[in-house]
């Protein structure tokens, strides 16, 4: 029985309400809040119980909240709560090759950046075209397609990121292909912008003077994944190069190594950038009072080595320590900057995580993390000494299927 003209009419104004919301907007995508879950029924499902199983709806919204007490050199300096992470995540298929992702975070500035024109609070804006079993393509707001485990996982299970991860300004519009070469290995090529708004957005102290702006300042990517042993080992690989200004452009080489099997958890991430002006910031920062000008540092180079190991003692239980050794310089004299390593640092964690609902999104949590930070007799001389720093924390993450 064919359903009437009101109900055609009623879904046909659903579906382009949808469609709307996925053109606000993203493929070698991180992993959502929630993966949606056949024992969840979307939003549509529920609406229209007949409707194609092609179109769904879910909405995830995930928080954390923790007290902190930070710590500097053993010393406290302040303890209070804080709710650091709000995030809300549309996701869904408006047929069977078309998908899209949604995501916001309440935490990050909400005024439109200059060159993409969304704000970086909207971290995916995506839409997926599953053009064949082989090849999907993806156009919208989206990460970076690095590699890394660290940077790809689900970021309810990371408590502190690393400061190269931290500092990847890693959600941009752009454009993606991925290409599956066999059942267990993936080809993702990637074309993205490799800043949301103007150069003095983007860079500490904005673009040096002298500099010609970058005409096409986007980031071509080339990521392999590769899944062995039973997808117990994991690759994640990649290459990426994009220009910053004219003459000044940025190299990333990224590697994820993972054990992934039972209770245990692994990781080696060793992830490398050159960059003709300093993305990050942290080399640029370390000029002091005694710098009357600070520029934009040039010619910088970052390093980091991450480990992590987490292990599930108990359905309801799960243990980790990870520990993170980043190194920060210069690697051509430029301005006030010599030639040379600037920083070293050296940083640990430890966390207990409870579940007090198997099968659940809710996890309470207790953690420390230490941080060392040696600085170079060239960076002593421009900002002086950098004390150590300790954070303890307990709290609670919690990821909602609203519906």
């Known amino acids: ?21 996925s053109a606000l907007g993203y493929a070698q995508e991180q992993q959502p809040l929630i993966a949606p879950d056949d024992s969840i029924r979307s939003l549509l499902g529920r609406i229209f119980p007949n409707a194609d199983p092609n179109l769904s709806s879910h909405m995830n919204l995930q928080f954390c909240t923790a007290g902190m007490a930070n710590f ?42 200059s060159l993409d024109n969304l704000s970086s609070s909207i ?3 995506v839409v997926n075209w599953k053009m064949n079993n082989r090849f999907t ?67 500490l102290y904005g673009r040096p003077e002298g500099l010609e702006k970058a005409k096409v300042p986007v980031l071509s990517t080339l990521n392999w994944n590769g899944f062995f042993a039973d997808n117990a080992v994991q690759l994640r690989y990649a290459a990426s190069w994009g220009q910053q200004a004219k ?5 990333y080489l990224t ?11 692994a990781y080696l991430d060793l992830m490398y950038s050159r960059e003709g002006l300093d993305s990050k910031g942290i080399v640029s920062s370390l000029q002091g009072d005694a710098i009357g000008n600070p520029v934009t540092a040039q010619y910088v180079d970052y390093f980091s080595v991450i480990a992590n190991f987490d292990y599930r003692i108990h359905p309801n239980w799960n243990v980790y320590v990870k520990g993170a050794y980043e190194t920060s310089g210069v690697y051509k004299a430029n301005g006030p900057f010599e030639e040379g390593k600037y920083r070293t640092a050296w940083s640990g964690q430890a966390c207990v995580e409870y579940f007090p609902m198997r099968n659940s999104e809710l996890l309470i949590f207790a ?20 004390p150590d720093k300790q954070r303890f924390s307990i709290g609670l993450v919690y990821s909602i299927p609203v519906f």
């Not at 660290?150 to 690393?162: D, G, L």
């Not at 590697?255 to 958890?265: C, D, T």
């Open 1 to 21: 029985m064919r359903p009437n003209a009101n109900i055609v009419m009623k879904r046909k104004i659903l579906l382009y309400i949808m469609l709307c919301f």
């Open 72 to 113: 500097t050199e053993g010393k406290l300096d302040d303890a209070a709560f804080n709710l650091y992470r709000v995030k809300l995540e549309i996701l869904g298929s408006f047929s069977e090759d078309f998908s899209y992702h949604f995501r916001q975070s309440f935490n990050k500035y909400s005024n439109p950046h």
């Open 123 to 125: 971290e995916y804006a």
């Open 137 to 203: 393509l993806s156009a919208g707001k989206q990460d970076w397609a690095l590699g890394g485990y660290e940077y790809y996982v689900n970021a309810i299970k990371v408590r502190e990121y690393s400061e190269f991860n931290d500092y990847v300004p890693c959600y941009q519009a752009g454009l993606t292909g991925r290409l599956n070469l066999s059942p267990t290995q993936e080809l993702v090529l990637q074309v993205a912008n490799l800043r949301g708004g103007s150069d003095e957005d983007t860079y």
């Open 247 to 251: 003459g000044r452009n940025i190299c």
């Open 255 to 265: 590697a994820g190594n993972i054990y992934e099997k039972g209770p245990v958890v």
């Open 367 to 386: 953690h420390f993390l230490y941080k060392k930070y040696d600085l170079t007799e060239r960076a002593k001389a421009m900002v002086g000494d950098s």
